[in-house]
């Protein structure tokens, strides 16, 4: 398995709070992803990083800020929680975009319950 | 708008079955697709299919890409329970504005295998 690490895996927060949630790579991969899933939409991305210091916005990126200060290290910010932003967020990487570079391994997911 | 769409969405079988899940979409800049297997936690990935439109098989498993009529399926032969898991197809097409590019993975909703002993 690609070693990522996610934390926390589970959390529940109240609305109107702040949460960061953290990506860990141990596989020097230069692109890093966030994605949400949720029941009827299944996978949605969120941002991505295609360096350190380079993110941009995915299609359901409201909300949400990130940041990325180390090649191992993707952080996604809720910056005031909502309901709507209950899900399981996955990260993921990849090694690049061409060939068999591109394919993406995910995280083991971070359960957040907003209140 | 880019769309992968998977069918069924739910399927319950019998050990030994051989099952066949679908995949179409409709993407700009296509580049490959993807199969992922989810159990209750992070998909795993299974394959990926170029625009070559070759057969990949690994085990009971196997998947196809038809390029022309734009969808892919994903044969599990001699069915086990473990293999009840959501499947999900998803479509590399590199993406981005204002000069940059990433590799955007569109999904599909997944399709719920059931394997019943």
């Known amino acids: 398995d690609a070693g990522i690490t996610q934390s926390p895996r589970h959390k529940v927060t109240e609305t109107g709070t702040p949460v960061t949630l953290r990506c860990h790579q141990t596989?020097?991969?230069?692109?890093m992803y966030w994605y949400r899933q949720d029941p009827g939409h299944g996978l949605r991305l969120i941002h991505y990083?295609?360096?350190?210091?380079?993110?941009d916005k995915g299609e359901v990126s409201d909300g949400y800020s990130v940041s990325r200060s180390k090649t191992e290290d993707f952080l996604l910010t809720l910056e005031s929680a909502t309901s709507s932003q209950t899900s399981v967020y996955f990260c993921?990487?990849?090694?690049?975009?061409?060939?068999?570079?591109?394919?993406?391994?995910f995280g083991p997911g971070t359960r957040l319950t907003v209140l | 708008e880019d769309k992968v769409v998977q069918s069924p969405l739910s399927l319950v079988v019998h050990e030994g079955d051989t099952v066949t899940l679908n995949c179409s979409y409709e993407?700009?800049?296509?580049?490959?697709l993807l199969w992922y297997k989810q159990e209750k936690k992070a998909p795993t990935f299974l394959f990926m299919l170029?625009?070559?439109?070759i057969e990949k098989k690994s085990g009971r498993l196997s998947s196809i890409l038809d390029k022309k009529e734009l969808f892919s399926i994903l044969n599990i032969t001699a069915t086990q329970t473990g293999d009840s898991a959501v499947y999900l197809c998803?479509?590399?097409?590199?993406?981005?504005?204002?000069?940059?590019?990433?590799?955007?993975?569109?999904f599909g909703q997944g399709t719920i295998l059931t394997v019943h002993p």
């Open positions: 993921a990487i990849s090694q690049g975009l061409a060939g068999g570079r591109n394919t993406q391994y």
């Open positions: 596989e020097n991969h230069r692109y």
């Open positions: 990083s295609y360096g350190v210091k380079d993110t």
């Open positions: 993407v700009t800049n296509f580049r490959s």
């Open positions: 170029t625009s070559s439109g």
């Open positions: 998803a479509v590399f097409h590199p993406s981005g504005a204002g000069g940059t590019s990433y590799g955007k993975l569109t």
